[in-house]
C-alpha cells in the first residue's frame, strides 16, 4: 500500500508541485489566480517551453544537449543577416533561423554519432562556438531587426499571441512525433537501453543524430519568436538559457538517466518555472531570495527524478529465487 | 526426423583457446532439443553462433540443408531465429504492443497504427493464454509475464527456432508450469526449440533429443529416452584429477575465524549458514545464477541483506564495505577487470589502493612514498609477481594470472584475517591457476580462513578442506573431508540424487 502511494506520489511529482506553488501564491496573494495572469504566464513561458520541448528529444535518449542558448542566439543573427541583406521577409527568417539551428544541431550530431564524443563535451564546445560564431559576425555590437518583425511579434492569431500559437504548435507536434511515429516510439527504446535497441533491429546513431537536429531546430525557433517581441538581438541574448531549459523539461518529468518523459511534461515544466518567478513578483518576498526558491523548486524536481530512477532500477534488478509475493 | 539445423564440425576459439571445438550435431525439426553440460562447456557460444552474436572460426552451419552464417542478431532474426536470452531484451518503458513493433511498426495516415499493433499485440497474448493488456507497460509486469511476451516476440517474428537460455531461474513455480505448457503448444504448432537449463528434471521432461558438452566438445547426443539422470551427469563431468594442485601445508585450526548465520535477502539468498576455521579453506561450489558471487557481495557488504549476521572471530560484523575492510575481510573479486584492478594505473598503485590511508604522515596526511615503495615491493615479491618495473607498467600490461597475483597482493597489504575468493582462476592460464592455489593455501597457512568460490569442480576438490554447494540462492548441502566425489557434488548442485 505504501509502496503504491509511493509510485503514485512520484509519478505525478509535476502536478503535485505545481498545485502546491499556485496554492500557495493563491495564500499569499489572492489575484495571482486571475485570467489575464495566467495567459501572460503561459506567454512569457513560451520561449523557454519550445526550446524544452526540443530538448526533451535529447534528454530521452540519454543525451543533453548544452548548446542550445548560444543556437537562440546565433539562429536568429543569422536569419537576420538574411532578412536584411536578402530581403527574403519574416516568413523567409523563420524558416532561415529553424535551418540554421537544425544545421547547427548536425554538428552536434556529428561529432556526437561520428566521432563517439560525450554529448556533454560536444555541446559544452559548441556552447562556445556559436555564441563566438555570433560575436565575430556582428563585431559584439547589438543587432537591429526590421519593424516588420517586431509587427508579426506582437500580432495575434484569432486573439492567440503568436509566442502561444508556436508554443502549442510545437507542443502538440512533438507529442504527436514522440507518441505516434515509429521514430518517437525508437527514442524511448533507445533511451531504455541502446544496446537492447540496437539488437532488436533500431538504428541507434540515425535516432540520436536526428534528436540533436530537433532540440536546435526548436532552440532557434525558440530565440526567433522572442527576438520577434523585442526587435533587436545583443551578445548576451540567450546566455544561461540552457539551464532553465533543462530545468524546465526535468521539472516536467522528463530524466536525465533517459527513456522517461514526456513533451507534453517539458512544457508544463517550462510553465511551472514561469509560475514560480511571476509568483514571487506578487509577493513581498525579498528580490534577491528569488534564485533561491526557484532553485529549491529545481532541486526538488532533479530529486524526484532520481528517486524514481532507483526505484525503477530495483525493480529490474535481476533475481536468483523467485520473490514470494 | 530432418534437421531445422546443422552445425558441421563448428568451432570457435576466441585468443587461442577453443570454447567450441569440433561440434557436429543435428537439431531436430518440430523438436525440443535440451543442451546441457558444466559452466564453461561451450553452451553459450554454440548458441552465440546461431543466434550471430559471435562468428565461428572453423566449421559450418547448415539452415534446412542451406549455408547458414549469419553476420549479426538481426540476420538471424530474419532467418527465423529468436534468442530468449536470461536477461530479457525489452524495453521497460514502452507497452507490450510497442515492445514487439519496435522495429517496424504498421502506419496509418503516416502515424502508428495503434489499432493493428493492438490487435496483433492481443492475439498472440491470447495464443499464449497471457492475460495482460497490450497497452501495460513491461515494467509493470511479473517476471514470468515479461518472459512470455519475450516469447510472444518471437511468435510475432513467425520464428522458427526458438532458444531457450535458463528461461526458469527468475520464475515462481506456477510461472514455470505455465512456460512448459507454452513450450508444448509451440511444439506442437510446428516451431523447434533449443533448451538450456541447469534443471536435468526440466531437460528430461521437456525435451525430444538432449546433446550433452563438455570442455566444447560433444560428448552424447542421443533421443531423450535413451537419458536418465544420472546418466547425464555421468556424462557432463568424467574429467581427470592430476597432480594440479599443492599439497596444502596446513591444518585447520580449532577456533572459528568466519562465521555467517542464517543470512537473507529475498529474492538472492535464504537462510545461508556455515563456519570458516582458522587456517580452513572452504570450498563454495554452484552453477551459475546459484547465487554465490551475489552471497559474496553481500558477506563483503556491497549489497544488503535483511536477516542473518556475519562476524569475523565473533565479532559482529556491520556497515559497508569500508567497515568491514577494517575487521579484517578481503574480497578477491570475479570480475576483475572492472571490479578488482584499475586497468590503466600503474602495479604499485593498484597495490597500495586498499591500504592508502597507513601510509599518510603528518602534516596534511602525505603520502609517505618512500614506504609505500618499499612496502609494495615487498608484497609483489611475496605474491612471486613476474613484472617489470611496478611504479611504472600499467596492470593491464600483465598476464591473467599476474593481475591476479596483483589483486591478491592489494588485499595481503593489510593483513586480512577472512579471504573471500570469488572465481580466483577464471581467465587465469593452467600454470598461474597451480600459483594461486598456492597463494590460497598461504593465506589459511597464515591462520586466516579462505571462501574459496568457484564453478569448477576439480579444483575446489583439490584445494579446499570443507566444500558447500550452492543452488537458487541456498545452501543445499556439504562434503566435510576429502576426498570429495565429483558426481555427489553435481548431483546436489543440480538438486538431484545421483
Redesign the interface.
Known sequence: MGDLLARLLLKNATALIFAGVVLLFYAQAPHFLSVENFANIVKQSSFIGISAVGISFVLLTRGIDLSVGSVMYLGPLIAGFAMRDLGIGVAGGLVTAAIAGIAMGALNALFIVRFNIAPFIVTLATLFFFRGAGTWMTSSRQFDFDRSLLDFGLSSVAGVPVPVVFFVVFVVLAH?VLS???FG??I??V???PE??R????RVEFVKARVYMISSGCAAVAGFVLIAQIGRLDVAFGEGREFDVIAAAVLGGVSLFG??GSALGAAVGALLIQTVKTGLVFTTVNLYLQPIVLAGVIFAAVLIDSLRVIR?RA??????????R | MTALLRFDDLSKSFFGVSAVDGVTLDVPEYGVLGLIGENGAGKSTLMNMVGGVVEPSGGRMLWRGEPYAPRD??EA?ARGVAFIH??L??????TVA?NLF????P?RF???D?GAIRRRAAELMEALDLDVSPDALI?DLS?GERQLVEIAKALHRDADLIIFDEPT?????R?TVRLFEVIGRLKAQGKTIIYISHVLGDVAALCTHIAVLRDGTLVEAAPAEAFTIPRMIHAMIGRELSGLFPARTARPAEETVFSVAALSQ?????DVSFEIKGGEILGLFGLM???RS?LARILFGLDSHQGGAIAIDGRPLSGGARERIAAGLAFVTEDRRAEGLMMDAPIADNLSLVSIARFGRTPFAMIDTEAVEADTAAIADQVRLKAGNIRRQPAKSLSGGNQQKVVIGKWLMQNPRVFILDEPTRGVDVGAKYEIYVLADRLAAAGGAVLFISSEIEELMGVCDRILVMS???IVGGFDAPPFEQSAILSMAFRQAA
Open positions: 504527436i505516434r511515429t515509429t516510439r525508437q524511448y527504446a533511451g531504455a537501453d537492447v535497441a539488437k532488436a533491429g533500431v527513456g522517461i525503477l525493480t529490474r534488478k535481476r533475481s536468483i529465487r523467485p520473490l514470494t | 542478431a538481426a532474426s536470461q536477461e531484451n525489452l524495453f521497460f518503458n514502452l510497442e519496435v522495429d517496424g511498426f502506419k503516416g502515424l502508428i495503434r515494467e517476471a531461474t527468475s520464475l515462481t513455480p510461472e529475498p529474492g538472492v539468498i535464504e545464477g546459484s547465487g551475489e537458487q540462492g541456498e
